[in-house]
């Protein structure tokens, strides 16, 4: 009998973000959708910070990426927190390994040392402009220019030895058809000579986001490349230096746009202010402090769910899923190429779900940490109050607005309700609410009784109930009136209606 036994070659995938300012929510998505990839067979999540850029560098940046995953439930398997063979995970603390690859490039005759200044770049620029053609340094070019092809052995180790500063560039073979791949996007080809020869190293020693993205990627034993569609262009360049050092390529998957809310343009800090969202998940303490989805009362579960929508789709009538079940259901083959626009109303609405789901202990925390409101409030109270109204917020941010009144009397009286109340017998109403106060000890009947009682003196289910909600509530909202009493108990019902009838005919009638 012949045995068929299926490796499953454990996938390694990387989050690779420069830490040039807060995580974008693209950039979550990105990282989400990688985590989602890795976990689903039990592979590796890795985070990688691509700092080679140091004056693009913002302070603070990346610890808000690590301290945003950790809030989303995204917890990487190695990152610069960690120790493995794979490290160091920081580009910058990488860079011997950089001198010590660009060196095989060299040698190989695959990249060359370049020395033409910026005067002489840009004069060369100049020249091709009065032409009326586009500078590019490539085989039509390299030879006219200083560089380790066009100068003798001796001229190039004398600049070398002398220190002269140069780059490293790639040499792009010239018209060879590149024939790249994508996961979701298929097959395409380009023409290398439409191709520059990119700087591999810059003056000052340190890599450019290509040589170092394709040497990690390769040393860190990544299998597949999950990233935005802006890298897209560049891709054919990265099968070109994979091919120049002999290496096997991992596969490549590049995520369609998440777009304005419009559909015009990628999402841009304007489309957020337009829509009245932010871009970042957690506040953001930069040269301004701004605030995040969390702050907008939004939960991680809430918001990992709804970024997986955009570009993929979990189930047909999709509902409110776990990170661990939208794991379970990831496939990366059915994400698709086109850009998906950004839709509060159906974050909102997950967040809904969510939050009918979490419990009301941890609500309660998620509401304080937002501080809208300075109340000191017993935490089994709130606990209880939260349950009583949650099924109606779609966010964490509205449940204080939604049971405000639990706690706090009325500081007014909604104009357009009080007008719906009748003038007549409303004194008489509120002397019975009062007196009913005073002499039920059956506090769960009280809106029973009060309906007998209105029945009895010629006042409609309607009238009493309007009152009676505006006097205990402020105006004609809030949850069920016997609930409210229930919960706010008798004594304070009794007050309510004292400052009610004392304020309504002064203030309002
Ligand atoms: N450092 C790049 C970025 O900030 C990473 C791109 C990639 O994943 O290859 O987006």
């Given at each position: 009998m012949i045995k068929i036994i299926f490796i499953n070659i454990l996938r390694r995938v990387r989050f690779a973000p420069s830490p040039t300012g807060p995580l974008h929510i693209g950039g979550l998505r990105t990282a989400l959708f990688n985590y989602l990839f890795a976990k689903k067979t039990g592979g590796s999540f890795i985070l990688r910070i691509e700092d080679t850029d140091k004056k693009r560098e913002v302070a603070g940046a990346e610890k808000y990426i690590v301290d945003a995953l950790s809030w989303c439930g995204i917890f990487p398997d190695e990152s610069p927190a960690t120790k493995s063979a794979f490290g160091p995970y920081r580009q910058s603390e990488r860079n011997h390994i950089y001198s010590k690859e660009i060196k095989k490039l060299v040698e190989s005759g695959r990249a060359y040392y370049a020395f033409d200044s910026e005067e002489e770049l840009a004069s060369c620029r100049k020249e091709c402009e009065k032409r009326g053609e586009t500078f590019i340094y490539n085989y039509q070019s390299r030879l006219a220019l200083k560089n380790s092809l066009s100068m003798s052995k001796g001229e190039v180790a004398d600049l070398l030895k002398k220190g002269r500063r140069h780059v490293v560039r790639f040499l792009v073979p010239k018209d060879k058809n590149v024939k790249t791949v994508d996961i979701i996007r298929g097959e395409s080809n380009i023409n290398s000579s439409l191709l520059d020869d990119k700087i591999l190293m810059k003056a000052n020693g340190t890599p450019t986001y290509h040589f170092a993205n394709v040497v990690d990627d390769h040393l860190m034993k990544i299998t597949h490349v999950i990233r935005g569609e802006e890298w897209l262009p560049s891709l054919a360049l990265h099968f070109l230096l994979y091919e120049a050092f002999g290496w096997k390529k991992p596969s490549f998957a590049h995520l369609p746009l998440i777009l304005n809310p419009n559909g015009k343009g990628k999402l841009s800090k304007r489309g957020g202010e337009k829509g009245g969202f932010p871009l970042f998940p957690i506040r953001w303490e930069g040269e301004t402090s701004q605030k995040g989805f969390?702050?907008?009362?939004?939960?991680?579960?809430?918001?990992?769910?709804?970024?997986?929508?955009?570009?993929?789709?979990?189930?047909?009538?999709?509902?409110?899923?776990?990170?661990?079940?939208?794991?379970?259901?990831?496939?990366?083959?059915?994400?698709?190429?086109?850009?998906a626009n950004?839709?509060?109303?159906?974050?909102?609405?997950?967040?809904?779900k969510h939050i009918q789901e979490a419990s009301n202990e941890f609500l309660v925390d998620e509401l304080q940490a937002l501080n809208i409101s300075q109340q000191k409030i017993e935490r089994k109270r709130l606990t209880e109050a939260i349950g009583m109204v949650k099924e109606r917020a779609d966010t964490v941010s509205e449940l204080w607005g939604l049971?405000?009144?639990?706690?706090?009397?009325?500081?007014?009286?909604?104009?357009?309700?009080?007008?719906?109340i009748k003038k007549d017998g409303l004194n008489k109403i509120c002397s019975e609410i009062i007196s009913l106060c005073k002499n039920t000890d059956d506090p769960g009947g009280f809106i029973d009784s009060l309906k007998v009682w209105g029945g009895d003196n010629g006042f409609s289910t309607g009238q009493i109930m309007m009152t009676t909600r505006t006097i205990l509530v402020g105006g004609l909202i809030g949850i069920d009136l016997q609930k409210i009493i229930s919960f706010i108990g008798l004594e304070v019902v009794s007050k309510r209606t004292m400052v009610f009838s004392k304020k309504a005919y002064l203030t309002i009638f």
């Open positions: 969390k702050e907008h009362g939004i939960l991680p579960a809430g918001l990992v769910n709804y970024l997986t929508t955009l570009g993929w789709s979990p189930k047909e009538d999709s509902e409110a899923l776990s990170l661990e079940e939208l794991t379970e259901m990831f496939q990366l083959k059915s994400v698709v190429s086109a850009g950004f839709d509060l109303e159906k974050l909102k609405w997950y967040n809904h049971l405000e009144y639990l706690f706090l009397d009325p500081k007014e009286y909604d104009e357009k309700s009080m007008k719906k």
